[in-house]
T-cell receptor, first 114, second 114 residues
Framework: GENVEQHPSTLSVQEGDSAVIKCTYS??????FPWYKQELGKGPQLIID?????GEKKDQRIAVTLNKTAKHFSLHITETQPEDSAVYFC?????????????FGRGTQLTVWP | NAGVTQTPKFQVLKTGQSMTLQCAQD?????MSWYRQDPGMGLRLIHY???????DQGEVPNGYNVSRSTTEDFPLRLLSAAPSQTSVYFC?????????????FGPGTRLTVT
């Protein structure tokens, strides 16, 4: 199956700074890369995703970039706010899966200090 | 829509006891799955189902059973609980049709096995 590695495992930033989380994947056929945010005591929630036919996607303060040649993708959060503090997971689908089976990274605990 | 619901929220078991974690969704999603979340390990897939009557194993299936008799429900059974099964369990569902991969997660069940 797919092997997804995520770095860093913890990240602390000052409010207003940017945060970047990186993931690598092993299956060159993977074509969909979501990012999930998990707030304390809750289940993960999709915040942004990117498909392999584009290199970047933005949604307000968050963006995801994809480098298919290097097989890595990154989450960028600008102008961070305390409410961005959470655990973030990247994921990639199983080869050939059209049914949503995902392999998740180990997560990044982001802390934004006011 | 209630989305994905899980019961109970918390459970303490003794080694060797059995129990069932309940999961239900009201979005008519074909695909449902169970994950466990352990510190530093991310989300690991236990079992999944692509529709009523069809289930398959994920990455860490040992010690767990599932069944899918209806589209709405996907219970997870622990036959003989072990301390290694202490974890937070999440149920998720997604729409099989098209290429929609977004997974909707429940709020989780925190299980402690003593």
């Amino acid at each position: 199956g797919e092997n997804v590695e995520q770095h860093p495992s913890t990240l602390s930033v000052q409010e207003g700074d940017s945060a970047v989380i990186k993931c690598t994947y092993s299956d060159s056929a993977s074509n969909y890369f979501p990012w999930y945010k998990q707030e304390l005591g809750k289940g993960p929630q999709l915040i942004i995703d990117i498909r392999s036919n584009v290199g970047e996607k933005k949604d307000q303060r968050i963006a995801v970039t994809l480098n298919k040649t290097a097989k890595h993708f990154s989450l960028h959060i600008t102008e961070t706010q305390p409410e961005d503090s959470a655990v973030y997971f990247c994921a990639a689908p199983e080869r050939g899966s059209t049914l949503g089976r995902l392999y998740f990274g180990r997560g990044t605990q982001l802390t934004v200090w006011p | 829509n209630a989305g994905v619901t899980q019961t109970p929220k918390f459970q303490v078991l003794k080694t060797g006891q059995s129990m069932t974690l309940q999961c239900a969704q009201d979005m008519n999603h074909e695909y449902m799955s169970w994950y466990r979340q352990d510190p530093g390990m991310g989300l690991r897939l236990i079992h999944y189902s692509v529709g009523a009557g069809i289930t398959d194993q994920g990455e860490v299936p040992n010690g767990y059973n599932v069944s899918r008799s209806t589209t709405e429900d996907f219970p997870l059974r622990l036959l003989s609980a072990a301390p290694s099964q202490t974890s937070v369990y999440f149920c998720a569902s997604s729409n099989q049709h098209g290429v929609a991969y977004e997974q909707y997660f429940g709020p989780g069940t925190r299980l402690t096995v003593t």
